[in-house]
């Protein structure tokens, strides 16, 4: 099984900065969607991505090392803001995908903080994976408003879990097996707030190459409105009788026994 991925990112119509960052390195994809002022919110979403970037280093992964990872995260921006107060308030969310290895073999690991998200596409069906940390979830789960206000709802931006906060939020990690042809997006909201589920899963879709795929989500959003930085990763797993590896390392491989 092989593993292909396609990353791409934009500012939109109406920010001035990104402060989305974007991560795809080996195996391990990550979105993270910073926040707080003078331009705070990128230094918190490039120290969540560059510090999981740290887990492709790893040999062999489990869910405990996302953990772990997304612990260290949360350390390093209050530590950065510590040392510097102009940063005081910055954080970010995260959302990813990764192989872990689970019960002997290779599972994914999605897992997140905050709002962005993990979809699972599937034999032309879109899933939302991920659980979004937000005021909105909450109060549809609690059945105060419905899924259609939340989409206008004044509150619909407020986060209720992110890196960056004092006491360590608990991130969601799930573990399942591969499938062979699946594809997932992630994505920060600017991408969901802006287009529907259906035109996210034609998008996904669209395109053999999961780069143009990528692509193709994001020109959509901004299209739609822009409204917020847009990022997406898109993650094709294909089959591939001669490969039985779950691996996305793209570095040559030497074979065992030569020289
Ligand atoms: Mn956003």
């Given at each position: ?49 560059t510090t999981l970037a740290e887990l492709a280093g790893l040999e062999r992964r489990r869910a405990e ?102 006491t360590a939020p608990t991130p969601d990690v799930w573990v399942f097996p591969p499938h062979p042809g ?78």
């Amino acid at each position: 099984m092989i593993v292909r991925a396609g990353a791409a990112t934009d500012v939109g119509r109406q920010r001035k900065h990104n402060e989305d960052s974007v991560l795809a390195e080996g195996s391990v994809f990550v979105v993270a969607d910073g926040m707080g002022g003078h331009a705070a919110g990128e230094v918190a979403s490039g120290i969540a991505t560059t510090t999981l970037a740290e887990l492709a280093g790893l040999e062999r992964r489990r869910a405990e090392d996302v953990v772990e990872a997304l612990q260290r995260a949360n350390h390093r921006i209050l530590e950065s803001v510590a040392s510097h107060p102009e940063q005081s308030g910055m954080g970010t969310t995260v959302a990813g995908l990764t192989v872990v290895t689970a019960g002997g073999s290779d599972h994914w690991a999605v897992f997140n903080v905050g709002d962005s998200r993990v979809y699972r596409c599937i034999d032309d069906r879109l899933n939302l994976v991920t659980v979004d940390h937000s005021e909105v979830r909450e109060l549809i789960d609690g059945g105060f408003i419905t899924e259609e206000e939340a989409a206008r709802h004044p509150l619909r931006n407020v986060v209720t879990r992110s890196l960056g906060s004092e006491t360590a939020p608990t991130p969601d990690v799930w573990v399942f097996p591969p499938h062979p042809g699946e594809r997932f997006v992630i994505c920060s909201d600017g991408l969901s707030n802006e287009l529907a589920a259906d035109d996210i899963r034609r998008l996904a879709t669209g395109s053999d190459d999961p780069q143009q795929a990528a692509e193709a989500l994001v020109a959509a959003a901004v299209q739609a409105g822009g409204r917020d930085n847009v990022s997406v990763i898109v993650v094709a797993l294909d089959a591939d009788e001669q490969e039985q590896d779950l691996d996305a390392d793209t570095s040559p491989r030497t074979s065992a026994g030569a020289g």
